[in-house]
């Protein structure tokens, strides 16, 4: 352990790295630039602290929430002052409406140099609006041991608000005045023997925060009420647990004494965990496409786990059907964006499956309809695409569900990616651990945060559209920094195929110039401009043949190339029909 003396920003610097590093910080993404040179001295220096340059803070914003996603720690993100930090602001709404925890440190002018029309200066206090779980603008650097003992405080606080009781990210707005390099100052020299550091740091410690065990008698009456009901089903969302298998295990636990069908969205790790719930449903948006058959399988009682699933289909269904909906999830957030009958149960579902240890006494003859239509839908699914040999979008979803490697990780990006997983990604018992961005539901960062997530994890795997892609080319940028192998599967379909399903695509013009918005970029030379591997695909058994083994390193881009046109098609024609 050792501070850094030489002048007052790089004592400061250092108070906040070692702050972090005791708390337990792993990675830190810092972007060049002048003001945080402070911090980018002393985060370079701290050896058991991986720290990455990255030169677009867009892009290093999304590759630290891709790390934070997988290793579910806070991710220390630092750039210099001006518009920087500005560049910061999507990713950051992605970590809130995702729960996602962020440290951010953007570096600042002092007060005496802001509204001046000083360089590189802009209003950064409280720059990401309500979006940081909490913000603050530190003080302006200096030696007294009463203000350095605020600091370590306050970063020590921020830590905690990162991950409790909702995790999310953190603002830190830090002034620096000049010197920024590390000139030596002989006003800190004396602080080397008036300070003991092991004193100073010693109330320091990784935390485990937990959340507090929800009081048993509070939700008994609501199981009584589960356990009377013949026709309760259990509705789960897009999920990326820690610990995807206990997740998994609760929700089937709950299932089974409840005698209820388990509605898996292609985002959650249910259908990767096949053999542990028998009553896990993956065709539902197919079967509520049927008026008939979602009439006959209204439900009474709806158990939603965390966010609802992305199908219209089921949203428009509960809102037309109302039933009483409760809503599983432990942070504070309101999960119902159909405002129905709702009551939530601000517990985890591994909690709450603790606390069912009754057996149902309904008969299962609702389960058992729900389990024929599953049946029966999937056979025609697996026909129709077993039948299918030209390349078309809906089938890639289909087809790597079956293929790759056991307890890959997988990306998917937003738009028509999203929408084909949850549509035709088929149950297994592979244990592939699916991620994304889901809380904003944007395109940005892409390739960032996928690669965010494959850094120093197992051979990854990506789903992604062209543009999607081409929003964050400068992703591309990481690879010299990435450790570990990304493969993108990429359908080019040359512009925005979920535009295709919308009722604007009726009216030409402007449709295909401002909403498909075509690129036609040569991925084969883009790649070569990055020296990224790139493949073209030309059938369906070259995809597999690509996906099992998977490389260990590197970046590599598999393309597939499809008519926009004709995928939206066969989408119009083909999802009504597999339920009749």
Not at 21 to 50: D, H, N, V, W, Y
Not at 142 to 148: A, F, K, Q
Request: hydrophobic share 35%; net charge neutral; charged share 20%.
């Amino acid at each position: 352990m050792s501070l850094d003396f030489r002048n007052t920003n790089t004592l400061w610097a250092s108070i906040i790295t070692e702050t972090l590093k005791r708390l337990g910080l792993t990675t830190a993404i810092i972007c060049p630039g002048s003001r945080s040179t402070p911090l980018t001295i002393t985060f370079a220096q701290e050896k058991q602290i991986e720290t990455i340059p990255v030169l677009d803070e867009r892009s290093a914003a999304f590759f630290a929430l891709g790390i934070a996603k997988q290793t579910n720690l806070p991710v220390a993100l630092i750039c210099t002052s001006g518009t920087a930090g500005a560049n910061f602001y999507p990713a950051i709404i992605e970590a809130k409406e995702s729960r996602i925890p962020l440290l951010i440190f953007t570096a600042d002018r002092p007060p005496e140099l802001r509204d001046c029309h000083s360089g590189q200066t802009i209003d950064q206090v409280k720059m990401y609006g309500n979006y940081p779980n909490w913000q603050t603008e530190l003080a302006t650097p200096s030696v007294e041991i009463g203000i350095l003992n605020y600091l370590r405080q306050t970063i020590v606080y921020g830590w905690e608000r990162s991950l409790f009781p909702t995790s999310g990210p953190v603002h830190f707005n830090i002034p620096f005045r000049d010197p920024l390099a590390p000139i030596p100052d002989r006003n800190t020299n004396y602080l080397k023997s008036a300070i003991s550091l092991q004193n100073f740091f010693d109330s320091i410690q990784k935390k485990q925060l937990e959340l507090p065990n929800y009081p048993s008698y509070s939700i008994l009456h609501h199981l009584q009420e589960w356990r009377n009901s013949e026709r309760v089903i259990i509705v789960c969302g897009t999920a990326s647990p820690p610990f995807p298998q206990e997740y998994c295990q609760a929700i089937s636990h709950l299932s089974q004494i409840l005698k209820a069908p388990v509605l898996a969205e292609g985002l959650s790790p249910l259908r990767n965990y096949k053999q542990l719930n028998t009553y896990l449903i993956s065709t539902y948006d197919l079967i509520l496409r049927n008026q008939q058959i979602a009439q006959q399988l209204t439900p009474e009682i709806v158990i939603q786990i965390g966010d609802l699933p992305t199908s219209k289909e089921l949203r428009t269904w509960l809102e037309t059907t109302q039933p009483k909906r409760w809503i599983i999830d432990p942070s504070h957030h309101n999960f119902d964006p159909l405002h129905g009958k709702t009551t939530h149960l601000r517990i985890s579902v591994e909690q709450l499956a603790n606390h069912c240890q009754f057996e149902a006494n309904i008969n299962n003859k609702y389960l058992q309809i729900w389990g024929n239509f599953e049946e029966k839908i999937n056979q025609k699914i697996n026909q129709k695409m077993t039948e299918i040999e030209n390349l078309f979008e809906s089938k890639v979803a289909w087809l790597i569900s079956q293929s790759l490697p056991p307890e890959t990780t997988i990306f998917i990006a937003n738009s028509m990616s999203v929408r084909d997983v949850e549509f035709f990604w088929q149950p297994n018992n592979s244990r592939i651990q699916p991620f994304f961005n889901r809380g904003a539901n944007g395109i940005d960062g892409t390739l960032s945060t996928a690669l965010g997530i494959a850094h120093r994890q197992k051979s990854s795997v990506m789903l992604t559209g062209d543009l999607a892609l081409l929003h964050d080319t400068n992703g591309f940028l990481l690879r010299n920094k990435f450790v570990g192998h990304l493969t993108i599967i990429l359908i080019n379909n040359n512009g925005g195929g979920i535009f295709e399903m919308l009722p604007i695509s009726k009216f030409e013009p402007p449709f295909e110039e401002y909403f498909a918005t075509p690129q036609d970029i040569n991925f084969a030379q883009l790649c070569a401009t990055y020296n990224v591997e790139y493949e073209l695909i030309n059938s369906w058994q070259h995809l597999q043949q690509r996906l099992n083994p998977l490389p260990e390193k590197g970046i590599r881009v598999l393309e597939i190339q499809t008519n926009r046109k004709a995928d939206a098609k066969w989408r119009q024609e083909n999802l009504g029909k597999f339920a009749l």
